[in-house]
Nanobody
């Protein structure tokens, strides 16, 4: 059973940066596709970024392209989300998720992902 634990959330001013991490255990991390989703209060969960098993393919939501960067460290079973130029509308609970395959069509569909972390709160003040 794959377990995912996020860290790195917090309170930051608009324009600032945060780096989220997701530590995986209980599975073959290096073979999994990984993704970040977020959910703001009263809103649906939305896709943020995804990365293939070897980091060769990356996808981003339009709202974060150019500001966020997803990366992974297979030696340490960790995936990161570097968030720069943060905006108040980035405020949400950020969760990482894993899947056996990164679909080039359905990478943003949360129902495709098998395992989820509990999430970490990111709050951006104006």
């Amino acid at each position: 059973q794959v377990q995912l634990v996020e860290s790195g959330g917090g309170l930051v001013q608009a324009g600032g940066s945060l780096r989220l991490s997701c530590a995986a255990s209980g599975g073959t991390f290096s073979s999994y596709a990984m993704a970040w989703f977020r959910q703001a209060p009263g809103k649906e969960r939305e896709f943020v970024a995804a990365i293939s098993w070897n980091g060769g393919a990356k996808y981003y939501a339009d709202s974060v392209t150019g500001r966020f960067t997803i990366s992974r460290d297979n030696a340490n079973n960790t995936v990161h989300l570097q968030m720069n130029s943060l905006k108040p509308e980035d405020t949400a609970v950020y969760s990482c998720a894993s899947d056996r395959v990164l679909s080039i069509v359905y990478y943003s569909d949360s129902t495709r992902y098998e395992h989820w972390g509990q999430g970490t709160q990111v709050t951006v003040s104006s």
